[in-house]
């Protein structure tokens, strides 16, 4: 049974809530092992289709727990490296770098919505930001945190907020270590929408249902293979790949039922193949 995470599934969509709220879900290696642990769960279970990441209470997580970091500081506990059981991948990705300690979000087969409802800090904002889509509460905000406990880049930041963000706003926000809200978070690309606390996990639920109802589990999966493995190829390595992918995707079984229930104008009935 979890200690520090909840597990649920509704319908097609898992929902991982980190449950430390007395602490704003600050990150331990128990709740590492656990959000990994139900990760694995809910790609190798054939009903779920898509995977909600949120926190209880008024917080996402506000980075990794500071008993931790003081112990670290004094010499008391050493900062842990990755394990070989950090480094396995459920997905079975060939590529090395879906296969770190945090990095495995991408190589899931199945997409993985950040719903910050609250503080998104340090090591809770690269959490969010290795998710594939992250929407924000207007109560939330952000921040690095790095930098202004001597600390740096941790866990692969400085290469993915630049992609995502821009280079401007990636350094601005890592070097200044300043913390900001939804609004921002949403001009400069590091949310993809903002919605109202009091309806906040109701959109992205909605959201959630949409994709794992009325779109192809199949092409889910492709499709975010072809965006991750886009980051390490040429436009020419891309097109020979989507060729390949296309090829295929008009023999399976969903193509069939796409143009089917399109015709026939009725919800279609995708079964991932």
């Known amino acids: 049974m979890p200690e520090e995470i909840l597990y649920t599934v509704s319908g097609r969509v898992a929902t991982v809530t980190l ?13 590492q092992r656990e959000v990994r642990e139900a990760m694995h769960e809910a790609a190798a279970d054939d009903q779920v289709r898509v995977i909600v990441l949120t926190g209880a209470g008024r917080g996402f997580c506000a980075g990794a727990d500071m008993s931790l970091l003081s112990e670290v500081a004094e010499g008391r ?15 079975g990705s060939q590529r090395l770098d879906f296969q770190r300690q945090y990095s495995y979000f991408p190589a899931l087969p199945k997409p993985v919505i950040a719903a910050v409802n609250g503080p998104a800090v340090g090591l809770g904002l690269v959490i969010a930001m290795f998710c594939d889509i992250r929407f924000a509460s207007s109560e939330a905000k952000f921040g ?22 821009g280079h401007a706003n990636a350094l601005d926000v890592l070097l200044s270590a300043r913390v900001f809200n939804a609004q921002e978070a949403l001009r400069m690309g590091l ?10 996990l109701e959109n992205v639920q909605t959201y959630a249902r949409d994709l794992a109802e009325n779109v192809s589990p199949r092409s889910l999966r492709v499709i975010k293979r072809q965006v991750y493995e886009a980051m390490f190829q040429s436009l020419d390595e891309a097109l ?18 796409g143009v089917a229930h399109f015709l026939e104008k009725r919800r279609p009935a995708f079964t991932g193949r």
Do not use: H
Request: contains cysteine; aromatic residues 8%.
């Open 240 to 257: 020979d790949s989507a060729t390949a992918e296309m090829k295929a995707s008009l023999q399976c079984e969903d193509f069939k039922e």
């Open 144 to 165: 690095t945190a790095f930098a202004r406990r001597g600390l740096i880049a941790e866990y692969g930041i400085a290469w993915l907020l630049p992609r995502i963000t």
């Open 191 to 200: 949310v993809n929408q903002v919605f109202e606390q009091d309806q906040f």
């Open 77 to 91: 506990r050493t900062a842990g490296a990755e394990s070989p059981a950090d480094a396995a991948d459920p997905s």
């Open 19 to 31: 449950n430390r709220p007395d602490k704003l879900n600050a990150w331990t290696r128990t709740m």
